[in-house]
């Protein structure tokens, strides 16, 4: 209704998330947002280390960012490529908060001829 003011989102405290890919960019935008209402988040990727990847971001500082938002971060080291490394995750989370109620599946592979000079604007139309 017109004039009506927008409610607020919903507070997610209680709520348990799962943010893969979230070291760095969309992904840790996303788990901080979701810390920020309250949410336990489980931050996944695969730079443990910073300097393992050549852009900044590691799950353990997107974990630390999510707590200090508000909620509760969880790193979990994972490529999730590898299916035992994906079931582990899952069983990590029920094991540790019985149930998942978000899952934002934001893990993604980079192939390095896309990163290179030229990279994904020099690629021929049509070539995969």
Not at 11 to 32: D, E, H, N, P, Q
Request: some cysteine.
């Amino acid at each position: 209704m017109c004039g009506q003011p927008v409610s607020e989102t919903p507070s997610l405290a209680g709520k348990v998330a799962l943010v893969t890919g979230a070291s760095r960019g969309i992904g840790k935008g996303i788990a901080i947002a979701l810390a920020r209402e309250g949410a336990t988040v489980y931050v996944t990727g695969r730079t443990v280390n910073e300097g393992d990847y050549y852009l900044p971001g590691t799950v353990g500082q997107t974990a630390r960012e999510c707590t200090d938002a508000g909620g509760r971060g969880i790193a979990v080291a994972c490529d999730h490529a590898d299916d035992d490394q994906v079931a582990a995750l899952f069983a990590q989370i029920r094991a540790q908060d019985g149930r998942l109620d978000i899952l934002v599946n934001n893990a993604f592979l980079l192939s390095e001829d896309l990163i290179e000079p030229g990279g994904f604007w020099e690629k021929p139309f049509g070539q995969p």
